[in-house]
């Protein structure tokens, strides 16, 4: 039997094939763990094969190979910050008018998980929502760079939930809780260069049904849109991501749900939902 973290690669719509051959240099990369050992690597068939540092920053092969099918997958980046982007599809605005400029806020290092661990909601959190997302991994050190250039500094991406709390949304002083809570930050279960990453299909579904779709065309800010326009303000450093918004309506979720996040030639990512016990 295929293990968890091999079907979450392979499972991936037969358009990634197509997209494969389009180009040649689609790669892709996974952060693992092995006999009690984290590392980086790069998967060329059901392999994994061992890099020295996170492919931004070393992409040189140390020769170890371990089969995909040994390996636990962890979030493919350990950001130094992680920065969203609101309200950045139409279909998610209604009759609201777009901005002018990107809507930005911050959840934390903390936030995240990785595919196939489970969204634990704290005990007073009756109104969480899923929202599918492509997130952005960045390559290099950017600050104040322009849109033609920001395309430079973009390593590659993966699939992100940016799980949100709606009435905490609506009630606190500011998003912290609603987004920025431990585990609301799934991401996963694989970084791929490579890909036209303005044109993908993003879907989610809750317990198998599909509650999202739209292509990621339909940003109101494309990627080097945000890119740049982050980077006027905060320093973008290498490891560090950005999810680029969410489309449609969003539900409730609720301990027992699964959520699956499936991103065009990326793969699914998914978690199940858990909530805690007061204490």
């Known amino acids: 039997m295929l293990s968890r973290c091999l079907r979450a690669l392979l499972f991936v719509p037969t358009v990634a094939t197509a997209l494969h051959a389009q180009s040649s240099k689609i790669t892709t990369y996974v952060r693992y763990a092995v006999d009690g050992q984290t ?22 092969r140390t020769g170890r190979t371990t089969p995909l099918a040994r390996v636990k997958l962890l979030a493919p980046a350990t950001p130094s ?3 969203a982007v609101g309200l950045n599809y139409q279909t998610h605005l209604g009759e609201r008018s ?17 595919h196939d661990e489970n969204i634990v909601l704290p005990p007073d959190a009756n109104n969480a929502h899923y929202e599918g997302e492509m997130v952005i991994v960045i390559g ?12 430079q500094y973009v390593f590659g991406i993966t699939v992100g939930n940016d799980v949100s709390e709606r ?52 940003l109101i800010f494309d990627v080097a849109a945000q890119v740049s326009y982050i980077s006027q303000y905060v320093t973008l450093m290498p490891g560090d991501v950005i ?10 979720i609720v301990a027992g ?10 793969g699914i990512l998914r978690n199940r939902v858990t909530q805690r016990a007061k204490r």
């Open 39 to 60: 590392s980086y690597g790069r998967v060329v068939g059901t392999t994994v094969q061992q890099l020295r540092a996170a492919p931004w920053l070393d992409s040189t």
């Open 167 to 218: 009435d905490w949304q609506k009630s606190d002083l500011q998003w912290f809780r609603a987004k920025a809570a431990d585990t609301f930050g799934p991401m996963g279960p694989v970084l791929i260069t490579g890909l036209n990453y303005d044109d993908l299909l993003l879907q989610t579904r809750l317990n198998g049904e599909v509650v999202q779709s739209q292509r990621t065309k339909d």
């Open 257 to 266: 749900d699964v959520v699956e996040v499936e991103l065009e030639g990326v």
């Open 81 to 83: 910050k992680v920065i």
């Open 243 to 252: 999810y680029t918004g969410t489309p449609g309506t969003t539900k409730r």
């Open 98 to 114: 777009a901005a002018t400029y990107p809507g930005l806020f911050a959840k934390f290092p903390t936030s995240i998980i990785a």
């Open 140 to 151: 290099k050190r950017a600050s104040n760079v322009t849109v033609a250039e920001a395309k």
